[in-house]
């Protein structure tokens, strides 16, 4: 579970196209236009050097108009259906539309402009009636409910029968089963919504972007490490306002000053400005489109026959239900609330230790967290920087996944990239067979949305036997390097990194026949379960002897201050866990908001956490204006799947634990031939189930956050 943690974060127009997959020839003519043509790249990769803003808009509309000749020759033939040429085909179908949307709806996220903008506004509604156009078609789904009816007399294998479910679900739950005055009013729906959460992402970033603290007194930098200081000072150097120092609402600007300045006014405007974004009720507020987003979900839910979009939702995860995943987040709430309380109470004792005769703040939470860890454990955060050099973290991580499968990582210096901070490195077994490429995009930027997230530009499957190779990327916001002194991550920074490097292994190591059902097309709350184990190797000591070497020296990190900071790692989890299931509770909210009930965003959001008896000094990890996961990505009644999928991490870690190896070979086998390389081909839970041999256990999860004895 991350902080910051948006690492499915997709548009949703690219979830839809994410089916639309392709096989026609690309148009005559149009030979001029990279999409239209083979990438002549290494290893098919998109070739970013020779794409431009221009090339998108007809890429799209050719992409479009040749999927509807193909989907037109599916159902208008006159052969009986079958799973070849009606499921299979349409499986098949839309290559061109799918090759333009990975690219520009990943650019869209991690490089955006003023110009990509006006084109995602352009195309929202074009893709969203195109996708209707399928969906909604009666002719198409005719012959696909033909070929689902006779599914159980069609000796499918099991992977075939999943598609075949994947697909008939797909335009069930998109509205074929609808009258003709319910599907116009779907698409209306559909339309708007395309532009609403297109949007609010754009608000987000804006706002983001428009907002920097700029100190001039040197007074006010007190308690704030040189590292963060000098940073700052080239943030407003780099602004044009050399000899201040400027601080932003990007995380790795907001979260040190937070935890670490001494100055309290400034913490609480600089916390005000974080937890207030997209909330001013200016052209960047996104509080009425939360509204109208609320709606239309439950508007949706209600058409297809269902008692809210959080019923719609959980019917296809592991929890199927609203009431199984409140169970969930209940019970971890009775056993976290009282924990974050004493937290409370044990931090204004620090205050008041101090002299402030002052009542504990929110602003204040960071700050003197890291007082009371310090005192409590002598462990300082920032003392482990130095021995997390971005290479070196990168590098140990290589060593980890070769130790566990055999696979290695090499630098492609040559492979064309869509920005300058971007690296590429091919993936290769043992053997040296090719398994895929991955990108690497670390650094925050004014043209990255925030947060972390691992995406794809091409999808594993099968093609005439031979496997297509995966291309995936990771996108983080990290801190960069600073003059001379390279990149140094923090633990929570080497964290995400790991988390992120995991859900890339789904996709990379994904060895399935259907892209539909490839490496991370699995519910939401099993999505985040290799992402999740991996954050459990990345302070094992038998992994810290691979990369945790001080950038100066070489020295490896002293043993002592691990032992720190594992001694640390479970103060403050209360807090933790709260902030954090006061946003899945948040979320669970407003996706069970019945339909023509309309919300205010704020007002819902404090009767929420009045209800749950949210401490004031606790805000939910997202509020409601920047809740980017539910209402510009794909985690709509979804948020708590972190917590989910960790009841299983937990557990699966413990497998490799359990062993006495972390490295054991049939353990970690057993997770790639049955978690990684599955996919959507199975059941999550029985994937597990194959795995481990039983249900995951919750003890392993309330023991790694400490919350074992609270119950």
Known sequence: MKKMNLK???????LVCGMLLVTDKMALGQSTNPFMETYNTPYGVPPFNKITNAHFVPAFQEGMKQQQQVVAAIYKQRSVPTFVNTVVALEESGKLLSKVSTVFFNLSSANTSPELEKIAQQMAPELSKHSDDIYLNAELFKRVKAVYDKRTASKLSAEQQRLLEKTYKAFVRSGANLNEAQQQQMRAINKEFSLLTLNFGQHLLAEVNAYELLIDNQADLAGLPESVKAVAAASAKQAGKEGKW?????????????????????????????????????????????????????????????????????????????????????????????????????MQKMMDKEGRNEQLEAWD??????????????????????????DNVREGFFKVVNKLYGITFTLLPEVPVYHKDVSAYQVKEADGTHIGVIYMDFFTRSSKRGGAWMTSYATQSYENGKRVAPVVSIVCNFSGPNGDEPALFTADEVTTFYHEMGHALHGLLSNVKYRSLAGTSVPRDFVELPSQVMEHFAFEPEVLQFYAKHYKTGAIVPQELIDRMKNASKFNQGFETVEYLAAALLDMGFHTVPAGKEVNATEFETSEMNKYGLIKQIAPRYRSTYFQHIFASGYS?????????????????????????????????????????????????????????????MKYLLKDRGLDKAL
């Not at 499915?8 to 690219?14: N, V």
């Open 246 to 346: 400027r601080f932003t609402l990007h995380t790795p600007s907001v979260t040190p000053f937070l935890q670490y300045s001494e100055n309290r006014a400034l913490r609480e405007k600089m916390y005000n400005a974080y937890i207030n974004r997209a909330n001013h009720d200016d052209e960047h507020d996104n509080k009425k489109i939360i509204s109208r987003i609320v709606a239309l979900r439950a508007e949706k839910a209600a058409l297809l026959g269902y008692n809210s979009h959080a019923d719609f939702v959980l019917e296809e995860s592991m929890a199927k239900s609203p009431k199984e995943a409140y169970d969930l987040l209940n019970g971890l709430w009775d056993a976290a609330l009282p924990v974050a309380k004493q937290e409370a109470v044990d």
């Open 8 to 14: 499915k974060g997709i548009p949703s127009m690219l």
């Open 365 to 390: 939470w960071a700050h003197y967290a890291d007082k009371v860890r310090k005192e409590r454990y002598n462990y300082d955060a920032e003392a482990l920087r130095p021995y997390f050099q971005i």
């Open 637 to 697: 009644a979804g948020y708590y799947s972190y917590i989910w999928s960790a009841v299983l991490d937990s557990d699966a870690f413990a497998a490799f634990k359990e062993s006495g190896n972390i490295f054991n070979p049939e353990v970690a086998n057993s997770f790639r031939k049955n978690v990684l390389e599955k996919g959507g081909t199975v059941e999550p839970m029985d994937l597990y189930k194959a795995f481990r041999g039983k249900e995951p256990n």
